[in-house]
């Protein structure tokens, strides 16, 4: 593969062909400040955000989709650069809600990082807001278009990855906005909630309802797990806060699955410590379930196969398992039912 070698703030740097301005950097151990660029999508070039002086160029390029020349000389902090990306930044903010302390995306807000990192204050430009209804007719996502800067990225991460391309742009200029097929909402739209969306959203435009209200991110501690509801083994973050698991979120170093997860993976997490869920064993005494001890509970179940295998055999019973378990239980469970019940009557929620 031929290579090519360019000069990015005083330091070079040897890349593949074909190589965008910005990977280089990014290989060079050099930050390029980005709102639409994601290294799983397509880049449109749209935010203007990474844009960058090359010599020998009379504009500022966009470093995502600007191939890397051989030869070819860059800088990414020139005075003409950071004024153009403050000035974008101030624009972003002047049809944005100024309301950074109570919006859910505040820590992990890349508009807001960079607000900060650019010293940018809201108040420079003045003219019309849009005001958008919020949408939270779903139990899963809440948009807030009012917060949506069009990077499009929910745009591209749907059709692009998911396949599904429940998202594209509508309307025009000003009033612009990515919108559901005849502008639904999201509950009456095709959308099947795997929340890829939410989880490129680079702003407070699309949230996990379910986490509202529950911490800031820098409450919240990260531990990496597999989810438990299929085979494909998907890996996740659990956030969890005072002992407890208060969302999931997507870990874009996850082995096998990336950022991706389906509805179950992403939102269906609240069983954990529902209070329907049965803490203890419960036993039927006099037509009424009364608590009992695990000793208790396990002798009667082995007295009772016992009873039904000598009777009536052991295809007289079945074993239903769970994803919920883990993959050694559902292997123990499998070989119970086989060696020690004595049938192949097991199932699993997971099978379909």
């Given at each position: 593969?031929?290579?090519?070698?360019?000069?990015?703030?005083?330091?070079?740097?040897?890349?593949?062909?074909?190589?965008?301005?910005?990977?280089?950097?990014?290989?060079?151990?050099?930050?390029?400040?980005?709102?639409?660029?994601?290294?799983?999508?397509?880049?449109?070039?749209?935010?203007?955000?990474?844009?960058?002086?090359?010599?020998?160029?009379?504009?500022?390029?966009?470093?995502?989709?600007?191939?890397?020349?051989?030869?070819?000389?860059?800088?990414?902090?020139?005075?003409?650069?950071?004024?153009?990306?403050?000035?974008?930044?101030?624009?972003?903010?002047?049809?944005?809600?100024?309301?950074?302390?109570?919006?859910?995306?505040?820590?992990?807000?890349?508009?807001?990082?960079?607000?900060?990192?650019?010293?940018?204050?809201?108040?420079?430009?003045?003219?019309?807001?849009?005001?958008?209804?919020?949408?939270?007719?779903?139990p899963f996502i809440v948009r807030?278009?009012?917060?949506?800067i069009r990077c499009g990225k929910?745009?591209?991460?749907?059709?692009?990855?998911?396949?599904?391309?429940?998202?594209?742009?509508?309307?025009?200029?000003?009033?612009?906005?990515?919108?559901?097929?005849?502008?639904?909402?999201?509950?009456?739209?095709?959308?099947?909630?795997?929340?890829?969306?939410?989880?490129?959203?680079?702003?407070?435009?699309?949230?996990?309802?379910?986490?509202?209200?529950?911490?800031?991110?820098?409450?919240?501690?990260?531990?990496?797990?597999?989810?438990?509801?299929?085979?494909?083994?998907?890996?996740?973050?659990?956030?969890?806060?005072?002992?407890?698991?208060?969302?999931?979120?997507?870990?874009?170093?996850?082995?096998?699955?990336?950022?991706?997860?389906?509805?179950?993976?992403?939102?269906?997490?609240?069983?954990?410590?529902?209070?329907?869920?049965?803490?203890?064993?419960?036993?039927?005494?006099?037509?009424?379930?009364?608590?009992?001890?695990?000793?208790?509970?396990?002798?009667?179940?082995?007295?009772?196969?016992?009873?039904?295998?000598?009777?009536?055999?052991?295809?007289?019973?079945?074993?239903?398992?769970?994803?919920?378990?883990?993959?050694?239980?559902?292997?123990?469970?499998?070989?119970?039912?086989?060696?020690?019940?004595?049938?192949?009557?097991?199932?699993?929620?997971?099978?379909?």
């Open positions: 593969m031929s290579e090519v070698t360019i000069t990015i703030d005083g330091q070079e740097v040897t890349v593949p062909a074909g190589t965008t301005v910005l990977q280089a950097a990014r290989m060079a151990g050099i930050e390029i400040p980005t709102l639409c660029h994601d290294p799983e999508l397509t880049s449109p070039g749209a935010c203007r955000l990474c844009v960058v002086e090359i010599e020998g160029m009379r504009n500022l390029p966009a470093s995502c989709v600007t191939t890397a020349g051989d030869g070819m000389v860059v800088n990414t902090i020139s005075p003409d650069v950071m004024d153009a990306r403050k000035t974008v930044i101030e624009l972003l903010l002047a049809n944005h809600p100024e309301d950074c302390l109570t919006c859910e995306r505040t820590g992990q807000c890349r508009l807001q990082e960079y607000a900060y990192h650019y010293g940018v204050r809201g108040d420079v430009f003045h003219g019309d807001r849009t005001e958008f209804p919020i949408d939270d007719s779903n807030d278009l009012n917060k949506c929910c745009v591209r991460v749907c059709d692009e990855v998911q396949g599904r391309s429940i998202y594209s742009f509508a309307y025009r200029g000003f009033d612009s906005i990515p919108a559901t097929a005849m502008d639904e909402s999201l509950a009456e739209s095709e959308c099947v909630f795997c929340g890829s969306c939410v989880s490129v959203c680079p702003t407070g435009a699309l949230t996990e309802k379910m986490m509202h209200g529950v911490g800031r991110s820098w409450e919240l501690e990260k531990i990496k797990t597999t989810c438990p509801y299929c085979g494909v083994g998907c890996n996740f973050d659990l956030n969890v806060k005072d002992g407890k698991v208060v969302g999931v979120t997507s870990n874009a170093e996850s082995e096998v699955n990336g950022r991706a997860l389906c509805v179950k993976g992403r939102f269906g997490y609240n069983f954990i410590d529902h209070p329907d869920r049965l803490t203890k064993p419960l036993i039927k005494k006099d037509g009424e379930f009364q608590e009992a001890t695990w000793e208790e509970a396990i002798n009667l179940v082995a007295e009772k196969f016992t009873q039904i295998k000598q009777e009536h055999g052991g295809d007289a019973l079945a074993l239903f398992s769970s994803a919920r378990c883990t993959n050694e239980e559902n292997y123990l469970a499998n070989k119970f039912c086989r060696a020690v019940l004595g049938t192949n009557n097991i199932d699993h929620c997971a099978r379909l």
